[in-house]
């Protein structure tokens, strides 16, 4: 199985800040990796897909970069409304694994 | 638009079974896989496995196997999960979700709203 890492497991900012999350593969997973974003009680959401791709509807401070096994995705001029827990996921083998998410709090 | 309708909440005893649906709407059911996953209260998010509606053919999480079973129906749309002898570490938010195919690569574009199965005696 493909084992993903996500770094930290949570962090804190403040409004308007630019944060990144890591997350990396045991093996190359290609460009095969996805963001996903899950606010409090609800269920999970496609936020970028294929790496890079930003889901539609979704606002452009979010972006996703990487490829093989270190991928990256960075949350712009955060606003409160970016509280949430954000999982990478790997679609290049199966079992599709998640990393355990990264908890984003705001200060 | 695509939507994923889950069943309800479920109660249940350690060793029972327990039966969640998901209906799809808003695309051809038939041509999408569908997943399963978990979600143990304050934990992260567990792959079970997926259905081709197509031809009902599964591909189960290796801990699993032996006590999942997905099903689907075609005339209604709906892919259902069972899952056998309960445990209290199974109970969980169970939700559904639709893999897309794009040229470079796979996602779950759509989810349900969760269903919450809890196991106590």
């Known amino acids: 199985d493909i084992q993903m890492t996500q770094s930290p497991s949570s962090l804190s900012a403040s409004i308007g800040d630019r944060v990144t999350i890591t997350c990396r593969a045991s093996?190359?997973?290609?460009?095969?990796l996805n963001w996903y974003r899950q606010k409090p009680g609800k269920a999970p959401d496609l936020l970028i897909y294929?790496?890079?791709s930003l889901q539609s509807g979704d606002t452009s401070r979010f972006s996703g970069r990487g490829s093989g096994t270190d991928f990256t995705l960075t949350i712009s001029n955060l606003q409160p409304e970016d509280l949430a827990t954000y999982y990478c996921?790997?679609?290049?083998?199966?079992?599709?694994?998640f990393g355990q998410g990264t908890r984003v709090e705001i200060k | 638009q695509v939507h994923l309708v889950q069943s309800g909440a479920e109660v249940k005893k350690p060793g029972a079974s327990v039966k969640v649906s998901c209906k799809a709407s808003?695309?051809?059911?038939?041509?999408?896989?569908i997943h399963w996953v978990r979600q143990a209260p304050g934990q992260g998010l567990e792959w079970m496995g997926f259905i081709y509606p197509r031809d009902g053919s599964q591909t189960l999480a290796q801990k699993l196997q032996g006590r999942v079973t997905m099903t689907r129906d075609t005339s209604t749309n709906t892919v259902y999960m069972e899952l056998n002898s309960l445990r209290s570490e199974d109970t969980a938010v169970y939700y559904c979700?639709?893999?897309?195919?794009?040229?470079?690569?796979?996602?779950?574009?759509?989810w349900g709203q969760g269903a919450l199965v809890t196991v106590s005696s």
């Open positions: 996921q790997q679609t290049y083998g199966t079992p599709r694994t």
């Open positions: 294929a790496t890079s």
């Open positions: 979700a639709r893999e897309r195919v794009a040229g470079s690569g796979r996602d779950f574009d759509s």
């Open positions: 093996q190359n997973v290609t460009t095969f």
């Open positions: 808003g695309y051809i059911f038939i041509t999408y896989y």
